[in-house]
């Protein structure tokens, strides 16, 4: 079946950096579009950046644009998102979502890893 794991949460200061990564198996993902939301307590999920499997185009959302950059290694079938001047308001629960021809909003999913908790400290 299909399985997406996260991994690289923590705990860090703002203005670090954090590399979130997401093991991704159990089918192709060719016509896919790998994505990273959030979900901050008492908040609605927030789309974060997606990437196309097959030729790698990106999408950003507003929070994410100049500071992080989501990648694949099809290769490998792990997605990242590279996270760097981070601040407090970018605590969330991270999680890595899966959809075939999706777009970018979170009922467009069919596969979700269990999450990862990301805490900026100010």
């Known amino acids: 079946q299909v399985q997406l794991v996260e991994s690289g949460g923590g705990l860090v200061q703002a203005g670090g950096s954090l590399r979130l990564s997401c093991a991704a198996s159990g089918r192709s993902f060719d016509e896919y579009l790998m994505a990273w939301f959030r979900q901050a307590p008492g908040k609605d999920y927030e789309f974060v950046a997606a990437i196309t499997w097959l030729d790698g185009f990106t999408y950003y959302g507003d929070s994410a644009e100049g500071r992080f950059t989501i990648s694949r290694d099809n290769a490998k079938k792990t997605l990242a998102l590279q996270m760097n001047s981070l601040k407090p308001e970018d605590t969330a629960v991270y999680y890595c979502?899966?959809?075939?021809?999706?777009?970018?909003?979170?009922?467009?999913?069919?596969?979700w890893g269990q999450g990862t908790q990301v805490t900026v400290s100010s």
């Open positions: 979502g899966a959809g075939f021809r999706a777009g970018l909003r979170h009922g467009d999913y069919d596969y």
